[in-house]
């Protein structure tokens, strides 16, 4: 079956850099569109960047520029680089997967979903 499993959040101070990853299971990896999304305590989830499997990529507006998001088809491995971060970004970050919708903003399209993990930026 589908496993998506996150790894990579934790603790830093703003301005500081942290790289997520979520290892893939169970499907062709490179055939699916793949997301991040995020969740602070009291907000709703909102999407934070997706890439489609042909590497078309799309990014939340307050995070362009300081976040990428990438994926390694021959590990099966979808990554979040974040640079710059800021306190705002500390949320729950989950990563996503479908083999036909890539939405940004519609993430309850997505059929898979990982456990997520923590980020947390202080000022």
């Known amino acids: 079956q589908v496993q998506l499993v996150e790894s990579g959040g934790g603790s830093v101070q703003a301005g500081g850099s942290l790289r997520l990853s979520c290892a893939a299971s169970?499907?062709?990896?490179?055939?699916?569109?793949m997301g991040w999304f995020r969740q602070a305590p009291g907000k709703e989830r909102e999407g934070v960047a997706t890439?489609?499997?042909?590497?078309?990529?799309q990014y939340l507006v307050s995070v362009k520029g300081r976040f990428t998001i990438s994926k390694d088809n021959a590990k099966n491995t979808l990554y979040l680089q974040m640079n710059s971060l800021k306190p705002e970004d500390t949320a729950m970050y989950y990563c996503?997967?479908?083999?036909?919708?890539?939405?940004?903003?519609?993430?309850?399209?997505?059929?898979?979903w990982g456990q997520g993990t923590q980020v947390t930026v202080s000022s």
């Open positions: 890439i489609t499997s042909d590497g078309i990529t």
């Open positions: 996503a997967a479908d083999p036909w919708w890539c939405p940004l903003v519609q993430g309850d399209l997505y059929d898979y």
């Open positions: 169970g499907y062709t990896f490179s055939r699916y569109c």
